[in-house]
């Protein structure tokens, strides 16, 4: 049995951790409403504007938004991991690294694969395997529209060039606090919208368009696909907090059942040395008595 020094070193120990990850669940919480406010605003105007970006894509033929939508032999694909820039969420960011991999290895096995890193732990991972062209982890210093902007309008440059045939994003969803569920979206070419209904079809949805067809075509769709990769950054962050919170609300717990265990064996080992000590007494007198 270690001696009640070593075991009083345990219990500081264990107890300082217990503060630090107890701190660290109350700042995920306060960070994970303002998150969670955020995409739950943003889901409905982001997902109705890629239902009708996806109707619109059916007669796009000849149109300047047409090259967003051109189907190509796949040959090289990208796929943009959206990960967080910092660790201790669980399986947050290994989810993702292992999403990315099954893609690379199975998805598209004997294609060109090649990856674009959004936050600091899917780029340290993938980069040892796989060639990573390019990463950002400072868009979530300052997370606003127009720095995702920039991210999405290279991605959406590589693919108009012809760099990539297919780009798809990889990002957790968030659902609750609880529970991350991790997508794999196809973010280019555009997906036509499939049959919602037996009697609605998108060659059946009639649009009039003001000022003209082509205008609103060269505006809507660029605007739309930025949306819908904002969309997946800010689920992603709110997803983030509420893994953390999650796990360091286990690791709490866990401290405590640790700590209370410790603290356990320290009364034991403290009474077993004070009965031994009692006990030494008594025969000491005893033999100073005969």
Known sequence: ????????NRISSVSSTMQITSAMKMVSAAKLKKAQDAITAMRPYSDKLTELLQNLSAS?????????????????????????????????NSNIVKESKNIAENAYAGKQVHFLTIGKKANDILKKSYQVIYNNNAVYDDLTFENVEEIAERVMTLFTDGVYDKVELVYNSFKNAATQVVI?????????????????????????FEPS???????LIPKSLKTQFFKGIRDSVASEHGARMTAMHKATDNAKEL?????LTYNKARQAAITNEILEIVGGAEALNN
């Open 1 to 8: 049995m270690a001696n009640l020094k070593e075991i009083r």
């Open 60 to 92: 796009l033929e000849g149109d300047s938004g047409s090259r967003f939508a051109e189907e190509r032999p796949v040959e090289k694909v990208l796929v943009v991991a959206i990960s967080s820039n910092r660790g201790l969420a669980g399986a947050f």
């Open 184 to 208: 794999r979206e196809q973010f280019l070419p555009i997906v036509p919208l499939k049959e919602q209904f037996e009697d609605v079809t998108p060659g059946n949805v009639d649009y009039i």
């Open 213 to 219: 067809k082509a205008e609103i075509v060269k505006q």
């Open 259 to 263: 700590r209370d265990q410790l603290k």
